[in-house]
Nanobody
Framework: QVQLVESGGGLVQAGDSLRLSCAAS????????MGWFRRAPGKEREFVAL???????YYADSVKGRFSISRDNAKNTVYLQMNSLKPEDTAVYYC???????????????????WGRGTQVTVSS
């Protein structure tokens, strides 16, 4: 398994930006699907974005046009650039990884075998 450590969370105001990072170790992530999920207070963990090993990216409708996922395989790091943040983006953000071939939907947290501990993002109105 790959070990994942998230960073970059914090307290910001609505409309601000943040960039989350997820550093992977133990395996090279070039052949991994790398995802971001989040869990808001009182809610289940939900899909946010995915970076496929082929270069494709996928987003939840709620963040499309505001968030951008990218990866630097040389640094074994995946990023989540979050712009125009809203109070409803407040959540703990988790990085997830699964090596190819992936069996299951990328939108489902059970598909991913490796998880970070999460980083808190709080957006005030």
């Amino acid at each position: 398994q790959v070990q994942l450590v998230e960073s970059g969370g914090g307290l910001v105001q609505a409309g601000d930006s943040l960039r989350l990072s997820c550093a992977a170790s133990g395996r090279t992530m070039s052949s991994y699907a790398m995802g971001w999920f989040r869990r808001a207070p009182g809610k289940e963990r939900e899909f946010v974005a995915l970076s496929h090993w082929s270069g494709g990216t996928y987003y939840a409708d709620s963040v499309k046009g505001r968030f951008s996922i990218s990866r630097d395989n040389a640094k074994n790091t995946v990023y989540l650039q979050m712009n125009s943040l809203k109070p409803e983006d407040t959540a703990v953000y988790y990085c997830a990884a699964e090596p190819r071939p992936v069996r299951g939907s990328f939108y489902y947290e059970g598909t991913f075998g490796s998880w970070g501990r999460g980083t808190q993002v709080t957006v005030s109105s």
